[in-house]
């Protein structure tokens, strides 16, 4: 089966740092994909990660340890636009150009 | 480069109604996936089309049916409308490869009375 956790709601402050976690479980793996949604919006891409390690872009981050089934989005010098839902989502490799497993999304709030 | 379109963005029908929704690709892109997205199951798959076949398809009853056309647009159907498909309905384009990031477009919100 496939499972993608992601802690439900966070709150954090403008400016400071907040590291959202995605765990997994899916029977093969070829990526992992962090989508940004504002509310009532479309879901952006923010980053991808394949191999183990740190992709930096910008104020966010996303790390990525494949034997752990684990993965970060690291955000940086808070702003309040940054309020809303960080999606996590896996392609499985199962299955040749399988499609993205989503996590629920954890909807972050910056607070003044 | 234009985005990802779709087209109503929002809907109110009634049960027992069809609904069909279209979704304009990214140009180039040949790959078009359709997702639900309500706030109590989150974003879940409903099919993908490349090459106007039907590479993948998700957990859905048969009531739910696309298609993608020769210029990559692709539309989806919702037969025999229930309360619990009031829902955004998203579409994804990429290239068409094998792990390619996929883009979103600004989704449809239907409503089922």
């Known amino acids: 089966g496939q499972n993608i956790d992601q802690p439900t709601e966070m709150t954090a402050t403008e400016g400071a740092i907040v590291q959202i976690n995605c765990t997994y479980q899916t029977s093969g793996f070829n990526g992992l994909f962090w989508y940004q949604q504002h509310a009532g919006e479309a879901p952006t891409f923010l980053s991808y990660?394949?191999?183990?390690g740190l992709e930096e872009k910008g104020r966010f981050s996303s790390f990525l340890s494949r034997s752990k089934g684990y993965s970060y989005l690291l955000l940086k010098e808070l702003q309040m636009k940054d309020s809303a839902s960080y999606l996590c989502a896996v392609r499985d490799e199962n299955s040749g150009n399988t499609p993205l497993v989503f996590g629920k999304g954890t909807r972050l709030s910056v607070i003044a | 480069k234009a985005g990802v379109t779709q087209t109503p963005r929002y809907l109110i029908k009634t049960r027992g109604q069809q609904v069909t929704l279209s979704c304009s690709p990214i140009s180039g892109h040949r790959s078009v996936s359709w997702y639900q997205q309500t706030p109590g199951q989150g974003l879940q798959f409903l099919f993908e089309y490349f090459s106007e076949t039907q590479r993948n398809k998700g957990n859905f009853p048969g009531r739910f049916s696309g298609r993608q056309f020769s210029n990559s647009r692709s539309e989806m159907n919702v037969s025999t409308l229930e309360l619990g498909d009031s829902a955004l309905y998203l579409c994804?384009?990429?290239?068409?490869?094998?792990?390619?990031?996929?883009?979103f477009g600004p989704g449809t919100r239907l409503l089922v009375l």
């Open positions: 994804a384009s990429s290239l068409g490869a094998t792990g390619e990031t996929q883009y």
């Open positions: 990660n394949v191999l183990d």
